[in-house]
């Protein structure tokens, strides 16, 4: 019987062996220090930096650009780490075509219809980048933005807490937002994010990290074979530009039902017509949970080869669950590999997509006074 990833990092552990690459097997527990190094410039000649975080067998680099998870390692039922996020190995690729790798999402993750919404009664015009929609915030949302990143220890944890201040009519949403984002890496090797926003004025905000995932490690091919379960009843129907239409439609009896484990392939080709709009999978699950007061778990993402496995948790009503379907090719990643079309999957926890024009959607307003906070737990085994 091969011994499990707890098993290997805890004789690692008693052992008293550091966190190295020697070989790319596990070989740690402990924490390290947050490592700066220069990652690449701006054609402004903005420094862009990379950070290096290490805790409980998890490898982590993090770009001040978009707060953008380059890496991240995670070692399969022998203990062999990989690279489960796809990413681009040079700041120039992030800036001239990436499809959000790794990277912090907003001022709205998912799409706003037409990219408007009427707030107060004032109708508020967004930067549209996806056909008709505005797509993740506009044409410059936070994942193409240089953040400000502070590396903390505590205890036994580490991370990072990244800034950003979007000002008054950025992308045409309303108000000053500052935004603070915080990555953990946990002693258990856990990744959490803790997202926190203020305002000046009435305004709409739906932060989320976008890192495509693929556990058999990033550009080795499908995540089709990867079992996926989702602890949702219900998800929102789109129309033909991946807008919402206001329905709340069971999935029973449908592809878009993950409430018990399945390969993500095994009905992607069906002939449904939200599969046949979309591609494939781009939908909004809605969570038995709803909103709740602390992370409940949602999802539960495996890769039977190698044991590596994926959950999360979030205190969020909604799950988008994007499996990779306008990979096209065309873009080489971090290993030196082409990606195609199902080689990454996204599970963005968020509130509904459209949520700022569907009143019967949970409220996405932020308003003066008020604290946006929300947090999601990333853990991994083998």
């Avoid at 799950?319 to 990779?324: A, D, I, R, T, V």
């Avoid at 308003?367 to 947090?375: A, D, L, N, V």
Wanted: proline share 5%.
């Amino acid at each position: 019987m091969e011994p499990s990833r707890r098993t290997v990092l805890a004789s690692a552990a008693a052992a008293g062996i550091t966190a190295g690459a020697a070989g790319g097997t596990a070989h740690a527990t402990g924490g390290r220090k947050p490592v700066k190094e220069l990652f690449g410039r701006l054609t402004d000649g903005t420094k862009v930096y990379r950070w290096s975080l290490v805790n409980g067998g998890t490898r982590m680099k993090v770009l001040s650009y978009g707060g953008v998870v380059q890496s991240l390692e995670i070692p399969d039922r022998r203990g062999r780490y990989a690279n489960v996020s796809a990413g681009f190995s040079a700041l120039d690729d992030y800036v001239a075509s990436s499809p959000y790798f790794g990277a912090l999402i907003g001022r709205y993750g998912n799409r706003i219809g037409r990219g408007r919404f009427t707030l107060d009664g004032k109708a508020y015009q967004l930067s549209v980048n996806d056909g008709e929609q505005s797509l993740h915030g506009g044409a410059q949302g936070f994942d193409k933005r240089v953040w400000d990143v502070e590396p903390f220890t505590a205890g036994s944890d580490v991370g990072l807490v990244l800034y950003y201040t979007s000002v008054d009519g950025e992308m045409g949403y309303p108000g000053t937002l500052r935004a603070k984002v915080t990555y953990t890496l946990t002693r258990r090797g856990e990744w959490r994010v803790d997202y926190e926003a203020t305002t000046d004025k009435a305004t709409v905000v739906n932060l989320t990290s976008h890192v495509y995932w693929n556990l058999a490690g990033e550009g080795s091919g499908t995540v089709e074979d990867h079992e996926l379960s989702i602890a949702a009843s219900r998800y929102t129907p789109t129309d033909a530009g991946l807008i919402p239409t206001g329905e709340l439609a069971g999935v029973a009896g449908t592809p878009f039902d993950f409430r018990r484990v399945k390969p993500v392939g095994r009905d992607i080709r069906d002939d449904h017509p939200q599969l046949v709009t979309a591609k494939g999978f781009d939908h909004n699950w809605v969570l038995d949970k709803g909103v709740t007061e602390r992370p409940g778990h949602v999802a539960t993402l495996r890769d039977p080869a190698s044991g590596r496995t994926l959950r999360i948790a979030t205190d969020q009503p909604g799950l988008q669950f994007y499996s990779g379907n306008f990979l096209d090719g065309t873009l080489t990643g971090t290993g030196g590999t082409l990606y195609r079309q199902g080689d990454a999957l996204c599970l963005e926890t968020q509130h509904f997509p459209d949520s700022p024009n569907q009143p019967s959607f949970p409220s996405t307003v932020l308003r003066p006074g008020e604290t946006y906070r929300t947090s999601t737990v990333h853990s991994f085994d083998a």
